[in-house]
């Protein structure tokens, strides 16, 4: 290189503003500089020149020895290249190109370093930023790569089957997990064909109705049917509905269907439950009213009535509580199966509770009608029940009301069948009886006796009266029969004939009882002598388990010998041979008190009833005694009892007796005590006859 061609060249290096050149010594002090590194840098040639080049380095840089590391590697290889941050003058800090190459003489004796190097700031910055994008870019996509899985598994696993179809083409475009299940194909045979391609044809073809008509008409459609599928006959209920797709004129029909067979069968189920009764499976009272008031607006403007029957068993309860309940729920299934045999089939037939039923007999003619279905209930249950080898005879009292002008809703009917059977039951059981409007006075009476007696109780308004009762012999008192009074503080005096019934009915029987029993021990306990009392049972306290002990206390509490009480029972308590009665009058009798068998002849009267019990006493009602003047009847039945008393040695006691006469034709036909107005009339205690 001629002298000419070196300046022209140091000219040319010094004139290049886009690359930093200089040079370097071997020991890296810069001896030259050029406009370009002058720009990079900020320094003037004069201020570096003679400097060492590491103060181009961040202190950092040069803690960590990368200026010697340079310099070394570029003696070494002849070349060094590298990118890092430099420091201008200023302070501030650039990215930059480094190059540095070591200058050899011919001899290969180091002469210094070339250094080139080039700022790439902005190069750096923008290759920042694509590489920020590229992140970016990738995040997102994955970001996007699982919202898309995640939605698929959604439509997967919606519990609806999905099909989505292109609206002008019907091609299946997705089909989901439940789709698959309930269409009973696999999604790779359904998607790109038409329903027709890949469903039976009933289906494919109502689906193919309702994506029809939804692409007819716009907005969401409804529809629910049964359809045969693979999976059986289901009743589906679908949605159909367009949406328009990104791509201009494109539209897809959204087809979602629930397989809602299982649903609605828990609710019929559901309904099932709510309506009928789960021992007999009849309906129940809820929907008794229902249909009642159905036939009820039916018979509206039409020449035809219903009837509304309250039904109750004579004898079930005495059945549950001798052989257990679920002995007595046999019998109840049982006694609903032949209900309903005689009964037509537009006739409902419900269980409300208990033993009670009760039946709707929609469309009659006539009055009639009613009492020959009535019939027929009382008939079909008259035949002794077989079951686990036991017969049962429980009868049915029925009670029937008939819609009318005054009774026409379905509260008021079940009110006045209810009155009808009350009637029925008290007019000897095992007969039915039509409400009459008189009924409900009745009625409406018994609720507020039933109300104030049980004040009454509260109020101590009740209390005894005695009545003596003569001996045979010497015409003398042996004792007395206590008999219960109401002082009703605004009627006067209630007799029991009046109210017993009702405590009965209510179970106020069982406090009017104790009461009864407790007071007449303590009246008794205080009378001279061997004086005896008799209180009356009615038969409702012997379900009561605790009688016995009931008898227990209060001769204890009184003091009063068991020997001076006598009770008197009817024969209602061993109607059936109720067992467990006569276990408890065996109890009774084990106390040292006697047992009386009071209105002998007015009921079923079966000696059996003498057999299966050992009474002490029976009383002739008064009604035979009332009657022996003109019937040979009343006489022959008078006889009989004092014939079976003489051969079992039982006492035989006459009731009111009112007449000399009377008293003179009992004592010969051998009754053995006397009771009536003739000897006195009942008294409360401080009067009562001596
Ligand atoms: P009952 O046990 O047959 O009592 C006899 C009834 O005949 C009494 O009626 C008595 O007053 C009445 N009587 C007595 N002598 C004559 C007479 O010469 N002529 C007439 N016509 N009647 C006479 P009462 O007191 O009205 O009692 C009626 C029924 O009420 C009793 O019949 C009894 O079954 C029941 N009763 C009374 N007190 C009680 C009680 O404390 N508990 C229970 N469970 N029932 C009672
Ligand atoms: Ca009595
Ligand atoms: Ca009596």
Redesign the pocket.
């Known amino acids: 290189m001629n002298e000419n061609s070196d300046v022209m060249y140091r000219l040319l290096v010094q004139g290049v503003v886009d690359y930093a050149i200089y040079m370097l010594s071997p020991q890296g002090i810069v001896s030259n500089w050029n406009a370009g590194a002058q720009r990079a840098k900020g320094y003037r040639a004069d201020e570096i020149v003679g400097q060492h080049f590491s103060c181009f380095y961040t202190p950092e840089d040069r803690a960590r020895g990368l200026p010697a590391q340079s310099l070394e590697t570029a003696r070494q290889v002849g070349r060094f290249e590298c990118e890092g941050q430099r420091v201008r003058k200023d302070g501030t800090l650039f990215w930059t190109h480094v190059v540095i190459e070591s200058i050899r003489d011919d001899r290969g004796h180091l002469l210094g370093f070339a250094k080139v190097t080039r700022d790439i700031s902005e190069k750096r910055a923008h290759d920042l930023s694509l590489l920020e994008a590229k992140r970016l870019a990738e995040s997102h996509s994955a970001e996007m790569a699982s919202l898309s899985m995640f939605l698929d598994s959604v439509i997967a696993n919606i519990p609806s089957s999905v099909i989505v179809q292109d609206a002008v083409s019907r091609q299946i475009l997705l089909v989901n997990l439940q789709a698959e299940r309930l269409f009973g194909n696999a999604r790779e045979h359904m998607i790109g064909r038409q329903l027709e391609q890949c469903l039976a044809p009933a289906l494919s073809s109502y689906l193919r109705r309702l994506t029809d008509q939804c692409v007819r008409t716009e907005g969401l459609h409804h529809a629910e049917s049964q359809q045969h599928t693979p999976r059986g006959l289901r009743t589906l209920r679908s949605k159909t509905v367009t949406i328009s797709g990104k791509a201009l004129g494109s539209s897809y029909v959204l087809l979602i269907v629930e397989d809602i067979t299982d649903e609605n069968a828990a609710q019929a189920r559901i309904r099932h439950m709510a309506h009928h009764d789960s021992l007999t499976g009849l309906p129940n009272r809820a929907l008794f009213r229902q249909r009642l008031e159905e036939a009820l607006r039916e018979d509206a403007g039409r020449d035809r009535m219903t009837a509304t029957l309250c039904l109750d068993l004579d004898n079930f309860k005495n059945v549950n509580d001798a052989l257990g309940h679920e002995f007595g729920d046999r019998l109840l299934r049982a006694i609903a199966r032949r209900l309903r045999d005689v009964l037509r089939a537009n006739d409902t037939l419900a269980r409300l509770g208990g033993d009670e039923f009760a039946v709707i007999l929609p469309e009659l003619k006539n009055g009639e009608d009613a009492q020959f279905s009535a019939q027929r209930l009382i008939d079909t249950i008259e035949p002794a029940f077989l079951i686990e080898g036991h017969s049962l005879c429980v009868g049915l009292s029925v009670g029937i009301a008939l819609a009318s002008k005054d009774q026409n809703t379905p509260e008021e009917l079940l009110r006045c069948a209810d009155m009808a059977l009350y009637e029925a039951k008290r007019n000897g059981r095992h007969r039915y009886e039509f409400f009459h409007p008189r009924m409900d006075a009745v009625a409406q009476k018994r609720r507020t006796v039933e109300n104030d007696l049980r004040q009454a109780i509260v109020d101590k308004q009740l209390h005894?009266?005695y009545?003596p009762i003569i001996d045979k012999c010497d015409t003398r008192i042996i004792g007395y029969?206590?008999?219960?009074r109401w002082q009703h503080p605004q009627h006067g005096m209630i007799?029991?004939?009046d109210f017993?019934a009702i405590a009965e009915e209510t179970g106020l029987?069982h406090e009017?009882?104790a009461l009864?029993l407790r007071e007449a021990c303590h009246e008794a306990q205080r009378w001279p002598g061997e004086l005896t009392v008799a209180?009356?049972?009615?038969p409702v306290q012997f379900r009561n388990n605790g009688l016995v002990e009931l008898v227990q206390a209060a001769l204890a509490d009184s003091g009063l010998d068991a020997a001076r009480l006598e009770l008197?029972i009817t024969e209602s308590v061993l109607l059936d041979n109720n067992q467990a009665n006569i276990g408890i009058l065996q109890r009774l009798k084990a106390l040292g008190v006697r047992i009386a068998l009071?209105?002998f002849g007015t009921g079923y009267s079966s000696l059996s009833y003498l057999r299966a019990f050992a009474f002490d006493k029976i009383k002739i009602d008064?009604s035979f005694v009332h009657d022996m003047s003109d019937s040979n009847e009343a006489i022959a039945i008078i006889r009989a009892i004092t014939g079976m008393g003489r051969s079992l040695q039982m006492q035989v006691t006459a009731?009111?007796?009112?007449s000399d006469e009377q008293f003179m034709r009992l004592k010969a036909e051998g009754c053995s005590h006397f009771?009536?107005?003739?000897f006195g009339?009942?008294q409360p205690a401080e009067h009562r006859a001596r």
């Open positions: 005894l009266h009545q029969e206590a008999l219960i007799m029991p004939l017993i029987i009017l009882g009864a209180v009356n049972l009615s008197e009071d209105d008064k009731e009111g007796v009112e009771q009536g107005y003739l009339r009942p």
